[in-house]
């Protein structure tokens, strides 16, 4: 009977035992999914305003089960760092530039062609034909996945210097670029000097006079006080500036179907909103920087726009055969 009894007690306190190890599991499982949305930009930004705009609705979508938070300006990973955690699973998605791909994919050059976009909207053409799309799947054998595009708008070319309206202007300067061959062969095309720099370091490489001049939208030059040091924005329009928003195609492939579904939505309602607003936050950005009278914006002949465009012209032959010459057709008839 005692032994009887011994037995009891020794499975009781097993049963208990196993209830208390089971509790932080089953609490754990109730835990959130969280969602870590890393970007480069300041917040007022259309890519800031966007990752926000997700926030909103996948957390309003699954209360308690999604947790997103958006960490903007490089505070979490910097242009340099921010694939590479990607792949790592330390944040779950970003957006960077389609300029900052090309490790991933010599394709994806054909964004940065120069003068290869009339405008947004042919952009957006051609990002949402067949061309753009595959695109889209063309890393996940490097394990990225992309959701979608985001806009931010044409570049505009900017310098310490009074007189900026044509390629020879720019002769002999120190130019600040993003980490894209296309873009380093563009400077070389113009005889400047291209030097691969991350976004959070630009204003910095500006005032210091490390870099004469660079190329950016007019939110980013604003957000980022570019013109605060620099002497000059000629409106260009040479090149664009938009983004891949993207995943780690194992984490998105492992994540339970409803959330996966949810999120997709979220994700299809907040590239609408970003993108709705691009536009406007671009246009906005280059009247504040116009009335605070610091660097002056110089507006562009069609003869000057064209001697751009000319010297610019062998950077697309350099190219044709990474990007493949159907690809750089399927972008030229999004110019209608
Ligand atoms: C840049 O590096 O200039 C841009 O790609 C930053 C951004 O994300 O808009």
Known sequence: MKSLNRLRRTLLATAVAAGAMALPFAASAQAPIVIKFSHVVAEQTPKGQGAMKFKELAEKKFPGRVQVQ??????????????????????????????????????????????????????????????????????????????????????QMSSN??????????????????????????????????????????????QTGVVDGQENTWSNIYSQK?????????????????????????????????????????????????????????QTDRKKIADTGKARIQTLSKEDVAAWRKTMAPVWKKFEGDIGRDLIDAAQKSNK
Do not use: C
Request: charged share 25%; proline share 4%; net charge neutral.
């Open 161 to 206: 210097k009074d007189k900026l309206t044509r390629p020879e202007d720019v002769k002999g300067l120190k130019f600040r670029i993003q980490a894209s061959d296309v873009l380093e062969a563009q400077f070389r095309a113009l005889d400047a000097s291209p030097q691969k720099m991350a976004f959070a370091e630009v204003y910095q490489a500006l």
């Open 226 to 282: 570019f013109h605060e040091v620099q002497k000059t924005i000629a409106e260009t329009n040479h090149g664009v500036i938009d983004y891949m928003l993207v995943t780690n195609a194992k984490w998105w492939n492992g994540l339970p179907a409803d959330i996966r579904k949810g999120l997709t939505e979220a994700m299809a309602e907040a590239t609408a909103h970003a993108n709705k607003l691009a536009a406007d936050i671009n």
């Open 70 to 155: 958006v960490f903007p300006s490089s505070q979490l990973f910097g242009d340099a760092k921010e694939l590479e955690a990607l792949l790592l699973g330390d944040v779950q998605f970003i957006a960077p530039s389609l300029s900052k791909f090309d490790r991933y994919t010599k394709k994806i050059q054909v964004f940065d062609l120069p003068f290869m976009f009339d405008n947004i909207e042919a952009v957006d053409r051609f990002q949402a034909g067949p061309s753009g799309q595959a695109l889209l799947k063309s890393m996940t054998n490097r394990g990225l996945l992309g959701l979608g595009y985001w806009h931010n708008g044409m570049k």
